[in-house]
């Protein structure tokens, strides 16, 4: 069960952008976070928000193995309602239109060496959390994940 604080949008994004930056460096990867405003608090776990930003990101890594260029940016935002979004985008091959139903189930995978359990955890992790996650997805266009946390 989660273990509900307040934790800053902005300090929690930058905690994972610091673990996941020599990784991407190393890969080749730009990447931009961004939130706006500063100051957005979210009443979450901090540990369990932590792996679901990890794992989308790491997601998105992997996803942009053979593109020209790759980049991932990281937005929080207010959405309507006083809902906060916090979006990760990559400009990789997207996901198959056939995938895409598929992606939140239990031990899917579309990676040779993926257990299929990552969105399907985190997907869990951000319901019981009280919001949604949800996927936007162009072939060859990139691929956005989104994180709806209501406040």
Do not use: C
């Not at 994004?13 to 190393?26: A, D, F, G, Y």
């Not at 932590?50 to 053979?66: F, G, T």
């Not at 940016?73 to 139903?101: F, H, L, R, W, Y």
């Not at 985190?122 to 996650?133: A, C, K, T, V």
Request: charged residues 15%; glycine residues 8%.
């Amino acid at each position: 069960k989660p273990q509900f604080t307040n934790i800053n949008l902005k300090q929690l994004i930058n905690t994972v952008s610091n673990l996941l930056l020599p990784e991407m460096k190393s890969a080749g990867i730009s990447y931009r976070a961004h939130v706006a405003p500063d100051s957005i608090v979210v009443l979450a776990d901090t540990a369990q928000l932590q792996m679901v930003l990890i794992n989308l990101i790491k997601n998105a890594m992997d996803a942009l193995e053979h593109t020209d260029q790759p980049w991932i940016t990281v937005k929080g935002s207010i959405g309507s309602g006083s809902q906060t979004i916090i979006e990760i985008t990559d400009n990789g091959p997207g996901i198959e239109p056939e995938a895409m139903e598929k992606i939140f189930i239990p031990f899917f995978t579309t990676k040779k060496t993926g257990s299929g359990i990552g969105l399907s955890l985190s997907q869990q992790i951000i319901q019981m959390h009280g919001g949604q996650l949800k996927v936007s997805s162009q072939p060859d266009k990139g691929t956005s994940f989104f994180m709806l946390l209501n406040n």
